[in-house]
């Protein structure tokens, strides 16, 4: 059984940083591309970061682009995003998922195959 969960998201000032992290069991992980998704109040979910299954090829949103980073540990099955100078806008359900293919430059969700129960970041001006 896949499960993919996320921690380290929290109530958080405008400026703060945070480091996401996504534990993944089940799977042959360093097999997938991960990618990070994140859902505010009444919108899409969004990609805002990917990264492929060696860690060599990274994506990002161009709305967090400089403040976000993906990484990964294959040998700790894991996956973060450090994110930067948090702003109220980055307010957000954040959900890790993992492909089993795919540019991990496209965007669409439904590519995913399998995801995480999400850890919500909320930003207080």
């Known amino acids: 059984q896949v499960q993919l969960v996320e921690s380290g998201g929290g109530l958080v000032q405008a400026g703060d940083s945070l480091r996401l992290s996504c534990a993944a069991s089940?799977?042959?992980?360093?097999?997938?591309?991960m990618g990070w998704f994140r859902q505010a109040p009444g919108k899409e979910r969004e990609l805002v970061a990917a990264i492929s299954w060696s860690g060599g090829s990274t994506y990002y949103a161009d709305s967090v682009k400089g403040r976000f980073t993906i990484s990964r540990d294959n040998a700790k099955n894991t996956v973060y995003l450090q994110i930067l100078s948090l702003k109220p806008e980055d307010t957000a359900a954040y959900y890790c998922?993992?492909?089993?293919?795919?540019?991990?430059?496209?965007?669409?969700?439904?590519?995913?195959?399998?995801w995480g129960q999400g850890t919500q970041v909320t930003v207080s001006s």
């Open positions: 998922a993992a492909k089993s293919g795919g540019s991990i430059s496209d965007r669409n969700s439904r590519l995913y195959d399998y």
């Open positions: 089940g799977l042959t992980f360093s097999n997938y591309p």
